[in-house]
């Protein structure tokens, strides 16, 4: 089975300041997909980024990036220039590819990540 | 395109009682799948129904249920309740061939 680790329960960062998110993820799977999701206060999950395994660049969205390293089975999100909206919980998210017939998303247990102003 | 919309959003029920929770996907998505959030186990898979048809099942007792219908709405129930069903329940919608989830603010279910 597949599973998601986040090691960090918790992380903070200064306004304006960058900070790394770390996960690791464990399949025997070739081919998936990884995603990196927020979920504010408010609760609505919002996708942030998104990383095909068979693509060796790393995805960016703007302020944020990733780190995908697929033989460490590693998969860290990178947010530049933290704003006080990045205040929220993040989860790491695993999904096989099987041709689009499966959409489980498996999760890790969240990083709560604070930003100071 | 309005988003993953939920409803109820808060609900309280007795144990034992049963409860259905409803959700309407993104216009054209045919996708839903079903989420359990609680503080201990985290984000739980339930199932995921495509075109009225469960194609995918978590590990849930059979007291867990869904159903998904012609438009792509999709409700889950869940009978006899018990105290550890207290959760955030999430219901995400997808495109066909996007594998990519979208995800409604959830219903917030307290059994009491």
């Known amino acids: 089975a597949q599973t998601v680790t986040q090691s960090q329960p918790e992380m903070s960062v200064q306004e304006a300041e960058t900070v790394t998110l770390s996960c690791t993820y464990d399949?025997?799977?070739?081919?998936?997909?990884l995603f990196w999701y927020k979920q504010p206060p408010s609760r609505q999950m919002i996708l942030v980024i998104r990383q095909e395994a068979y693509k060796q660049q790393n995805a960016t969205e703007n302020r944020f990036s990733v780190n995908f390293q697929k033989a460490a089975k590693s998969f860290s999100l990178k947010i530049s220039d933290s704003q006080l909206g990045d205040a929220a919980m993040y989860f790491c998210a695993y999904r096989k590819n099987s041709g689009g017939s499966n959409y489980k998303l498996t999760f890790g247990k969240g990083t709560l990540l604070t930003v100071n102003p | 395109k309005a988003g993953v919309t939920q409803t109820p959003r808060y609900l309280i029920k007795t144990r034992g009682q049963q409860v259905t929770l409803s959700c309407s996907p993104i216009s054209g998505h045919r996708s839903v799948s079903w989420y359990q959030q609680t503080p201990g186990q985290g984000l739980q898979f339930l199932f995921e129904?495509?075109?009225?048809?469960?194609?995918n099942k978590g590990n849930f007792p059979g007291r867990f249920s869904g159903r998904q219908f012609s438009n792509s709405r999709s409700e889950m129930n869940v009978s006899t309740l018990e105290l550890g069903d207290s959760a955030l329940y999430l219901c995400?919608?997808?495109?066909?061939?996007?594998?990519?989830?979208?995800f409604g603010p959830g219903t917030r279910l307290t059994v009491t």
């Open positions: 399949t025997s799977e070739s081919d998936y997909y």
């Open positions: 995400a919608s997808s495109g066909d061939n996007s594998y990519e989830q979208y």
């Open positions: 129904y495509f075109s009225e048809t469960q194609r």
